[in-house]
């Protein structure tokens, strides 16, 4: 949703010929753009030869499809007549057979009924559409059904999403990327494309440093240590046996977020403890991280910690007020197999009152480590060394420990590339972690691989998914190829779960055999709970759907149109909408995602029916009886009711709403661009507010419809606001915060109307009836571009046109199930193969000596 | 010169607060270091022949002394008639949204007559907030489009400091308080990119600015307690360099696999001219750090660190949060790690409500008031509280002393606007300017200036000049020198 659009709604007059407005919109994910590869591949792919004999595509338009054009459209676009700078009886040869550009907007506006405009005299019949339709898709666009153009998907940073999941399932740990990077710049409504996704000096290092703070949680610096065991909040009892309850305590050298601690305060007696479970027989260490903590001011409280080791007491400490002492207190222990327990007990001291407005000292226990057995003979790897090392003991010999690093490196490179890593790729990083190990003082074998490893996150094999084709040796010259199957692997893996490939994938690719198997794999992969990435991302992404937990609402503002007052304190003090209302309008519709993803069942769905997802808190909201609990659940909805289906979902009507009122223009809008695939023109510039135009009467408060009606007086403004101000005065019954209503300042709603198409409806159930009824390819084609966008991570363009086509024409055959759409869309061209180019190259990358062929390893 | 550390009253951050206490202490900590003397430990008194060297490199006063030049752009334009002053030249006074600078009325020009005419609709139509935006800094007509093919102007800061960056160890920093990015076009046909970058390296490359005090703060003096950051940014900085080594190379040799691809005369995989773009931004990012590094290595061990805590994050209060970004920038500038700076206060069109000053409504919203009383009071309300943060920055600089004595405002060329002009009617000429600072005695503060009309690139000529940027023609859709300053 664009924020620059909330100002819109009320400040509407056109002046530009509507031709104009419309040609400028873009699709429902095309674009009017021409990304700066494609001049250059349109000279391979649809170069018209030159020659004095006229390009067929010309023929074929003056013989059927100019006469439809001189029926239908030369009143506004001919005979002298140029609306929107359109004159079709004006075109060269050339605007004819190489401007595919123009002609997709053609396409675009005729299939979505734009044009022809309804009330023309002269609308297309069905065999001129079908003919025109016909001439732009094979002709005018210049494209070979034989050898369709599967457009080229620019090398890809990954996105902090991205980033994030290929990080945890690299290096097998947490690594929080909202924070630590600025946001992905988004393109086409989506955040993981390809052309926008730049690098910038501070993003590099960002990137730089996220890879030592990564390497330095997930890797290892020594080959054995002692075993640990930790205990902290949560793992410690209070003395009736419930579980203790943390506290984050923040300040100097806790970070951000501050660490958490149980906190146990010196004005009240209390005790704590917790059981090891200890399976061998040694010394062990207990080391108890601890901390005291008061406020700013000084206090005169006291206080005495006693630590009990099974029982008996290990020490006893009186404590002071300290602003804030962070300590560690060790004791040394033989332990026999079995329980034993480390008990905590404060006991207030007599000491002086607090004076006014003190604040009590706490002391904090932040955890106890138990490190042990203690003997080197018992020790073990640490946590997470088999990840990265494969053999138990460093050798020590210089030569093979350099082969051993190679080793290590060469298997983890590969993943983190996700393709074979070439030895031109490996031997320097054996360089990087020998000279560290040897140099820096105190380091070991595994903290240079470690030093290693940060330059291979930091390495653009690793930051960018760079796609190669699939090529047969000794093949003649081709401008398309299939990417190969690493490459395969990664758009799978990155469209589906937001990730890296996992070993069953790279091993299929390795092996040439991913391509032969992917029905079983996507199906495998759907199964697997990364693909909660894919109903999360995209979901939120093409309904907008996940703004609903940053849109500004002010529900006083909001529920005062319709009489209610809201007293501070209600709804998060009358002056936001509580998080969790949010998050559960987020979930709302992700649920819904989810269960026709998983259930197979048909996309009309999101359109309409008879269910949808709630809890307590979304059924109270919706005002639904009966449902308890904070689980989201299917609720079967009573019939008649208005929810069901994406446009009335809460998440959907809070998102096209400004902070105070709803918005029927940006909710008008958002039909068109994201259900109907027929988006609007952004408005003219210089247009007068709506509020200059004045009631006709004094005493007479206009209502929104009233005023909104000025958009259908201007001719101008009506080409546009009569497709959007129907769709979204449909739902005025629905407030700024997603809730039914029936009047707004004491009038009733009229959510009655017509739509560009000509049908006309009594409420929002009768719209969603009739879009499901009538405009159902439509929906499919809006649907089926957003879907390739995401999981291409490059905009649509005219070439892709008989690919979408191809998957709406299934999906109408097999009544919109999600897996024709899904499969469709991985099965597609633009999915499979790649645009090659054999063109000469910029001087910056000179050839290299030789090129490694990136065949699957053996 | 003495050391850094051969006296605690010469140690400008030295804080005897220690570093047991809070975020809320450390701002308190940040208000006590402005009173001690500041810089004079590491900037020595220059000799002639080093003042002239010096000068030669650009980005010095008359006195030897660092010239600052920072930019801050909030959004949306203003409410004119309550913003400009009354009078003229140095008889005139302040309007009531820019009252909160009345302290301050001696060392700030207010500009009149300047415009931005690439930010007027022109053949584009729709979206101003979008167009000024992008051209704010570039003044250049910024490509419509929604993402893919963006397409802008090399910024005025990014001109200078690709000719005097080099001074200081970061040749720019760009900061913003926008945290909020909405998915898709953000204004009507215009990428969000527009709104969220105010700093461009080329027409294609925005940089990215921070948002994170904390990150700020940690780029700036490096992580970990006092004591440790500056071993820890030397430490960090050496390990980089083998590392950016190596990744460099590993980008130079994925343009070779692909583009030989091409050339082995089966024609294959190949490499798209934006493939090479995307490679060239990774090569020019690496190569960007190293040359930081080189510069840092000279002059990191004379360098002061602040003995404070480092910020905790993002304050939830916006007025917080813009203050501790501020408080970041006044350090960056007073420890000379910048001289040039960009300061995103809302991207352009933000609809941030400010509930926490009591108007629910988004700002965006209230701009377009259509002159109903209620919103364009609003409207005002807004203006003015932008003033006040802008104010707060001006009494920080001007509190803190030089190593020439004078004031670091006084050392310093402050810019603070807007590519629109009257947010209600999406205007762009007459922009709301103020120049801020003495610029080390090249600027004549203490007016209100009603130029000629004039592009505002004009004036960005002049600073650049000002600045010891060399060569520079025509900037955007400049027309000349902007005089009288």
Known sequence: MSQLRTSHPWLVASVVASATALLMGSGCGQTASLPAGAPAAKAVMAAPQPSSREHPAVAQFHKSVQPILEARCYECHGDGSKKGGIAFDALTSKGIAQDPQLWLKVLKNTRSHIMPPLDADNPLTTAERAALEGWITTSAFGLDPAQPDPGRVTVHRLNRVEYKNTIRDLMGVHFETNSAFPDDDSGYGFDNIADVLNMSPLLMEKYLAAAHTVVEKAVPKVTLTPAVQIADVGDFKYADGTATEGKLIRGSGLGAAGIPAIPLTFAKEAAISHVFDVKQAGDYRLVIEQNIRGDFTYVPQRAQLTVTVDGGQVSQRDYGWSANRHTEEVHAVHWEPGNHAIGFAITPLPSDPLPRGGQDVVYNLKKVRLEGPLDPARWVHPPNYTRFFTRAAVPADPAQRRAYAKEVLGAFATKAFRRPATSESVEPLVDIAEKYSVTTPGATFEAGIGQAMMAVLASPRFLYRVEKPALTPGATLASVAPVDEHSLASRLSYFLWSTMPDDELLKLAAAGQLRANLGVQVKRMLADPRSAELVEHFTGQWLQSRLVTSVPLNPREILQREGITVNAGRGGGGGNVSDALRTAFKEETEKYFEHVVREDRSVDEFLTSDYTFLNETLASSYKIEGVKGPELRKVTLAAGDPRGGMLTMGSVLMITSNPTRTSPVKRGKWILDNILDAPTPPPPPDIPALEEAKPKDATHVPTLRETMAVHREDALCASCHNRMDPLGLALENFNALGQWRTEEYSQKIDPSGQLATGETFTDIRDLKRILAANHKTEFYRCLTEKLLIYALGRGTEYYDVPAVDKIVANLEKNHGKFSTLLMGVIESVPFQQQRLFPHPVPDAAKPAPRFTQTNPAP | ?485
């Open chain 2, 1 to 485: 010169m003495k050391s850094p550390s051969s006296s605690s009253a010469n140690r400008p951050f030295a804080s005897k607060l220690g570093h047991g206490f809070g975020r809320r202490n450390f701002l308190r900590g940040l208000g006590a270091t402005i009173a001690l003397p500041a810089l004079e430990t590491f900037l020595p008194r220059l000799t002639a022949a080093q003042l002239a060297e010096a000068a030669a490199a650009g980005a010095v006063t008359a006195s030897g002394a660092p010239l600052r030049l920072a930019f801050f752009q909030f959004a949306n334009g203003t409410h004119p008639a309550k913003w400009f002053p009354t009078g003229e030249n140095r008889e005139f006074a302040l309007n009531e949204t820019m009252e909160a600078l009345a302290g301050i009325k001696h060392k700030i020009q207010i500009l009149g007559g300047l415009a931005l005419e690439p930010a007027t609709a022109g053949p584009d139509g729709a979206g101003d907030h979008g167009r000024a935006g992008g051209s704010f800094l570039t003044g250049v007509r910024v490509k419509k489009t929604q993402g893919a093919d963006f397409h802008s102007g090399i910024s005025i800061d990014q001109v200078i400091a690709q000719q005097v960056g080099h001074v200081t160890p970061f040749k720019s920093l760009e900061i913003s308080c926008d945290t909020l990015r909405t998915a898709g076009d953000c204004d009507s046909g215009y990428a969000c990119v527009y709104q969220h970058n105010m700093a461009w390296s080329s027409p294609t490359a925005p940089v990215a600015p921070e948002v994170n005090p904390r990150f700020l703060f940690e780029r700036l003096f490096g992580s970990g307690s006092p004591a440790e950051r500056k071993q820890n940014l030397l430490m960090r900085q050496q390990q980089q360099r083998s590392i950016l080594d190596y990744v460099a190379n590993e980008s130079r040799s994925i343009g070779r696999e692909l583009a030989a691809a091409a050339k082995d005369g089966r024609g294959s995989g190949g490499l798209s001219r934006r493939d090479q773009e995307k490679l060239d931004q990774y090569l020019t990012s690496v190569r960007d750090i190293e040359q930081r590094i080189e510069r840092a290595e000279k002059s990191v061990a004379d360098r002061p660190t602040p003995a404070m805590d480092t910020p905790a994050g993002i304050p939830t209060s916006f007025s917080e949060y813009i203050r501790l970004n501020m408080d970041m920038l006044h350090l960056a500038f007073q420890t000379d790690n910048t001289r040039i700076a960009t300061f995103l206060l809302a991207g352009e069109g933000s609809n941030r409500d400010f509930a926490e000053i009591g108007i629910p409504d988004g700002h965006h919203y209230c701009t377009h008031h259509g002159n109903k009383p209620d919103l364009v009071a609003k409207t005002c309300v807004i203006d003015k509280w932008y003033a006040t943060q802008f104010s707060y920055f001006l009494d920080k600089m001007e509190k803190t002393k030089d190593v020439d004595g004078k004031s670091l405002l006084d050392n310093s060329m402050i810019l603070y606007g807007c590519g629109n002009a009257d947010g209600n009617r999406h205007t762009h000429a007459n922009l709301p300017i103020i120049l801020a600072g003495g610029g080390g005695g090249a600027l004549d503060a203490g007016r209100y200036v009603k130029h000629e009309p004039a592009p505002l690139t004009n004036l960005y000529l002049s600073l650049a000049d000002r600045m010891g940027a060399k060569g520079i023609e025509r900037f955007g859709d400049s027309t000349g020198r902007l005089a009288n300053l």
